[in-house]
């Protein structure tokens, strides 16, 4: 049976939550701590708290740190963290042991895989992204062109957009990278990865993938894709908590020859020697760059002690479950006031998410107003609405209930109240 024809014709909240006494993943929901009288609808952003979550921390921070002091770089395993971690994420991506390594930001982390996915191609001098990428993804691209440019031939950057030009029109021999976002974080459409991978490797450029609306919402595959280098974030659907690490994965083939954009002391082969020189680490290790974040990593570590437990095709059944019932609901209950759906319907093209635009209604508007009654989603400017369906915690009748708060607002046009106007900078 498919996804869509396994929601029903006739929905109502009874309906909902039937289908949520029979997901066999509803049991995880009992592992987050979420507020009495919310609906979050925003885990694409930010990721609800593990239960388990405060108490490690904690333990960390007493025991670890309090107790073991420095010690605990060795005896609680603090400097190896980073490529445990990592190799806890792997499966999750479609990794190997020891292709995985906790970064620091996903900014610095795409930084350093895109100078070393530009350096394995020398002679080519053009980066390509897409225009509608996540803008710090762009902002990072151009300090690659900065970086690697001369005065002779400058790093060109191309970008790629729905209306054109296509990654066919941007592509040659003269592309040495191709950065993309799997699923677009305004829209929430998700690339065919197997072809676009083998679509730029056939034109001999390097193939970035930035997984952070992916990773812990859709099933990602790296290898069997063929990708070559990919970073990620764990605070959104991994629930590592706000500010937790991003994590890099570099394919095995390249390790040996990749040269991170940053060489600094955790990536060094003989970090406690102390040498002058820069002597990279075996592996993906040499992208390693200062020492991590170790709160933020204890918080990720209980994170990830659910995932264990987690069939990722029931998730991305759960997900594709959850973001149809949405769209249907949708479709039935709001179509009278206009209101669009951006993401795409064929659910192979659809991450985790669903962006709406608000018709005649002022979107910002809208989405304060669903706060202010307890549904979480979030505004992306100018004018969409974004509502993430985290497959771990989000039930069918959170749907039911954000679509019948929504109906509300729009039908009683509270969301046209002062209280709920744009004030300054839109969050």
Partial sequence: MSIATSIPHVIDRATCTALDAADPLAGHRDLFDLPEGVVYLDGNSLGALPKATAAHVQRVIADEWGTGLIRSWNDAGWFDKPRVLGDRIAPLIGAAAGEVVLGDSTSASLFQVAVAAARLRQGRNVVVSERGNFPTDLYVLESVQELLGDTGRPFERRLIADDGPSLDDVLGDDVAVVVLTHVNYRTGRMYDMDAVTRRVHEAGAIMVWDLCHSVGAVPVDLNGAGADFAIGCTYKYLNGGPGSPSFIWVAGRHQSAARPGVTAWHGHAKPFDFDVAYAPADGVTRFRVGTPQLLSVAALEASLDIWSGVDLEQLREKSLRLTELFISLVDSRLARWGIEVVTPRQSAARGSQVSLRAGEADGYAVV???????????????????????????????????VDVLADILETEVWREPRFARRGAVT
Avoid: C, K, N
């Fill in 368 to 402: 304060q107003a669903l706060i202010e009654r307890g549904v979480i989603g979030d505004f992306r400017a100018p004018d969409l609405m974004r509502f993430g369906f985290t497959p771990l915690y989000v039930s069918h009748a959170d749907v039911w209930d954000a």
